[in-house]
């Protein structure tokens, strides 16, 4: 079982940067794949980039392609996304999940619990 904690939201202006982090417990985070996805009230879940187990292989929706970047740290047993040029609508509660799954959409076995980011004008 893996436990994940993510951090780093807040309340940002548009055009600013944050870095969410998502910690994991246990000693098998190098193997799992991991993804970030988020949630704006009245909203669907919206997935919006993966990496890879090992952090060669990285993808991402068209909505955030060149403003965030997904990385992890595998001997920190930790990932991260990094946003850029913030928007208003990137306002949502986001979350890490990890995947055994080889397939970028998943199945994602495990979630954190979120962390709420809000971008104002």
């Known amino acids: 079982q893996v436990q994940l904690v993510e951090s780093g939201g807040g309340l940002v202006q548009a055009g600013g940067s944050l870095r969410l982090s998502c910690a994991a417990s246990?000693?098998?985070?190098?193997?799992?794949?991991m993804g970030w996805f988020r949630q704006a009230p009245g909203k669907e879940r919206e997935f919006l980039a993966t990496?890879?187990?090992?952090?060669?292989?990285?993808y991402y929706v068209d909505s955030v392609k060149g403003r965030f970047t997904i990385s992890r740290d595998n001997a920190k047993n930790t990932g991260y996304l990094q946003m850029n040029s913030l928007k208003t609508e990137d306002t949502a509660v986001y979350y890490c999940?990890?995947?055994?799954?080889?397939?970028?959409?998943?199945?994602?076995?495990?979630w954190g619990q979120g962390t709420q980011v809000t971008v104002s004008s």
């Open positions: 246990g000693r098998t985070f190098s193997t799992y794949g």
């Open positions: 990496i890879s187990w090992s952090g060669s292989s990285t």
């Open positions: 999940a990890v995947r055994k799954s080889l397939n970028w959409v998943g199945p994602y076995d495990y």
